[in-house]
């Protein structure tokens, strides 16, 4: 049962154009959202989240977008760079309890110079 | 500060024996988090780990695998008797609080042959 969904495995950007990667949950019950970022070899690495309370976040080219009632938040990269090259999971977890997040199964970007 | 340090980086067992992957959290972390990747999937999450404590271990599979955090020393996620079935890559995470986003080690991938 996957709670977290990202329907795009894949995504070609150009270089300077936006970025948008998506993301779905099923369960009601998530009130925090994280996405990561991950090179080949390396460990996730934390990049932006959001609580429910919000329905934007935004640090630098990365903004995230919350919307409860369709279960759905994206991540937006503007302008894309090289560098953002990498696999993007989604997250979520219930706040107020413990870093247990449950991930989706991510989407690589590939950002084209 | 290192950050969290996870070796060995790869590990190779037989089928049949035991594989043993030592986490090191960051400095003033006492919570550890331990995720398993297996290929094409998302990181799904195993156990939650306090000092001398396990608060959750509802991700963990029912037989041959264990994990401690002692007062001393790294967090270690014991696999018994591995199977074709364990070869994952396996990411631990730190965090100061329960509630802070983690920080993720560069994973252990584990290869049974």
């Known amino acids: 049962d996957q709670q977290v969904k990202q329907n795009s495995p894949s995504l070609s950007v150009q270089e300077g154009r936006i970025s948008i990667l998506n993301c779905d949950y099923t369960n009601s019950m998530f009130d925090y959202f994280l996405w990561y970022k991950k090179y080949p070899a390396e460990g996730p690495t934390f990049l932006i989240s959001i609580s429910s309370i919000k329905d934007k976040n935004e640090d630098g080219r990365f903004t995230v977008f919350l919307n409860k009632s369709a279960k759905h938040l994206s991540l937006h990269i503007v302008p894309s760079q090289p560098g953002d090259s990498a696999v993007y999971f989604c997250?979520?977890?219930?706040?107020?309890?413990?870093?247990?997040?449950?991930f989706g199964t991510g989407t690589k970007l590939q950002v084209i110079p | 500060n290192a950050g969290v340090m996870q070796n060995p980086r790869h590990l190779v067992r037989r089928r049949g024996q035991e594989a043993r992957l030592r986490c090191s959290p960051m400095?003033?972390?006492?919570?550890v988090y331990w995720y398993r990747q297996l290929p094409e999937e998302g990181l799904k999450f195993m156990v939650y780990l306090q000092k001398e404590n396990i608060i959750d271990e509802s991700g963990m599979p029912k037989e041959r695998f264990s994990a401690e955090f002692p007062k001393e020393g790294p967090s270690i996620l014991r696999i018994q008797q591995v199977v074709r079935g364990d070869s994952a890559a396996y990411f631990c995470?730190?965090?100061?609080?329960?509630?802070?986003?983690?920080?993720f080690g560069q994973g252990t991938r584990l290869t049974v042959v």
């Open positions: 400095k003033g972390h006492s919570h």
């Open positions: 997250a979520a977890s219930v706040e107020g309890g413990y870093q247990k997040v449950t």
């Open positions: 995470a730190s965090s100061p609080q329960g509630t802070t986003e983690a920080f």
